[in-house]
């Protein structure tokens, strides 16, 4: 194994050519939305280690990374929609970007790696034990996830008590989506339980959801995964 480093408009891929990717983010690309440039920069570098990936796909827009499910917990609270771009490297020169996956592709043979991943293969970004949103606070502590409401919410939002605690045993699932803009909705985070009903409320009248304040999206995606990688180790 020789390893390589391809240079992409988006970033820097490193094959170390044993097991280990390194990606580099650049959040200065012309064009990336505010989100997209603000999340690359905040990341900076992450490691990816072989057993995260499902395949490796070279074409005429550069490098894809396709990771397995359940292998990074920022990937599956903020979903492939939004952060799906996280593994696309374009503008990576063609030779060596195939060169470079082939090496992947058969270290990936040689360790029979399956579909799905049976743990978190890569770190969440570092994020706070607790976390201020537009009308509740979260915090996580003694194997309790606490949301604690502020005084603006409305009855429905404190139909389980205030505060009202969760056991971490007890989350099923993490969900997080980004300020929309405009008339598109605020942001939020919120929890799914088995007393969580088919038809949700909005995240303002939902007790499991914390509506976030603006331009605090990344705190909140971070605090997500954070929070999964709790929930399921």
Do not use: C
């Not at 194994?1 to 050519?17: C, F, Q, Y």
């Not at 005084?151 to 989506?177: E, M």
Request: aromatic share 6%; hydrophobic share 35%.
């Amino acid at each position: 194994m020789t390893g390589g480093e391809l240079a992409s408009t988006s970033g820097t891929v490193v094959w170390d050519g044993v097991g280990t990717l390194r990606m580099r983010y650049d959040g200065t690309q012309p064009g990336l939305d505010p989100l997209t440039a603000a999340l690359r920069t905040r990341l900076g570098e992450r490691v990816l280690p072989v057993e995260a990936l499902q395949s490796v796909e070279v074409g005429g827009n550069g490098l894809r990374l396709v990771l397995r499910d359940g292998a990074d917990p920022l990937q599956e609270v903020g979903g492939v929609e939004v952060l799906g771009d996280l593994y696309d490297f374009p503008g990576v020169d063609p030779e060596q970007a195939e060169r470079v996956a082939g090496e992947i592709r058969r270290t990936l043979a040689r360790r029979d790696v399956p579909v799905a991943a049976a743990r978190w293969l890569l770190a969440p970004p570092p994020a706070p034990d607790r976390i201020s949103g537009r009308d509740a606070k979260l915090s996580v502590a003694n194997g309790q996830l606490t949301f604690t409401y502020e005084l603006r919410a409305g009855r429905r939002k404190k139909a389980y008590g205030n505060p009202w605690s969760v056991p971490l045993a007890t989350i099923l699932d993490v969900q997080w989506r980004p300020e929309q803009g405009g008339l598109g909705g605020r942001g939020y985070l919120r929890i799914g339980t088995d007393r969580t009903p088919l038809d949700r409320p909005k995240p303002k009248h939902d007790p499991a959801a914390m509506v976030s304040e603006r331009d605090t999206d990344l705190d909140v995606l971070f605090f997500a995964a954070r929070l999964l990688t709790r929930i399921r180790p």
